[in-house]
């Protein structure tokens, strides 16, 4: 079973607007974590948010925020005010269990976003 | 931030013939190295999780004999890729994490794309 969900292959936004990216995970676990990561056509990855499954607030970090669902087991990524620069991959992704330095880290299919001006 | 490194960046070799990459955590300690991979429009998949000092745990379909990793300290880790076939031409990214830094995040380096000709 499939355990992170992008159901958008691509999206087109046009600049300053605002963009939200879903994402919808499948875990028995309590205690897991999700993630964003954006990939630019240069292949590096990086690291966006971070939300835990117990922080009771949305994570947010300048422009993006990540609205957290839990009953719904969704993970949606928020970007405001898109930007040029923002055009690129962007995965979803889940830890389960409980942290370790050895928890490994799943990825959804991703979502091709593009910015036009 | 916790910076990780892959050497080299890109490399072309001929079928049947073995290619080494490596994965350097250049500010920190290392205690867990995850290797990935990625073919063109897709997602990563995790191919295998290595800690320092013990032998590397393999996911399910990788082939332990064809991938090798050796983690011999804690900050590098090695892939080699035992006789290369064009099947294996791939964006190839390792990451890293420890319980030193901050918890929840792994470190990922700027990959490395392979291709067998």
């Known amino acids: 079973a499939q355990k992170i969900t992008q159901t958008q292959p691509g999206m087109f936004v046009q600049e300053k607007e605002a963009v939200t990216l879903d994402c919808t995970y499948d875990?028995?676990?309590?205690?897991?974590?999700l993630f964003w990561y954006k990939q630019p056509s240069s292949g590096e990855m990086i690291f966006l948010i971070y939300q835990g499954s117990y922080d009771e607030q949305n994570a947010t970090e300048g422009r993006y925020s990540l609205n957290f669902q839990k009953a719904r087991k969704s993970a949606n990524l928020v970007i405001s005010a898109s930007q040029l620069g923002d055009s690129a991959m962007y995965f979803c992704a889940m830890r389960e269990g409980r942290y370790s330095s050895a928890s490994k880290i799943i990825f959804g299919s991703g979502t091709r976003l593009s910015i036009r001006p | 931030g916790a910076v990780v490194s892959q050497h080299p960046s890109w490399v072309i070799c001929k079928s049947g013939t073995s290619v080494k990459i490596e994965c350097r955590s250049l500010?920190?300690?290392?205690?867990?190295m995850f290797w990935y991979r990625q073919f063109p429009k897709q997602s990563l998949m995790l191919m295998a999780t290595?800690?320092?000092?013990?032998?590397?745990?393999?996911e399910q379909g990788v082939e332990k004999d064809k991938f090798l990793i050796n983690h011999a300290s804690l900050t590098l880790s090695t892939l080699t890729v035992t006789s290369a076939h064009p099947e294996d031409s791939s964006f190839y990214i390792c990451?890293?994490?420890?319980?030193?830094?901050?918890?929840?995040?792994?470190?990922f380096g700027p990959g490395t794309r392979l291709t067998v000709l």
């Open positions: 875990t028995s676990d309590q205690s897991y974590g």
């Open positions: 500010d920190f300690q290392a205690t867990t």
């Open positions: 290595s800690n320092e000092g013990s032998k590397a745990t393999y």
């Open positions: 990451s890293a994490s420890s319980a030193g830094v901050v918890v929840y995040e792994q470190f």
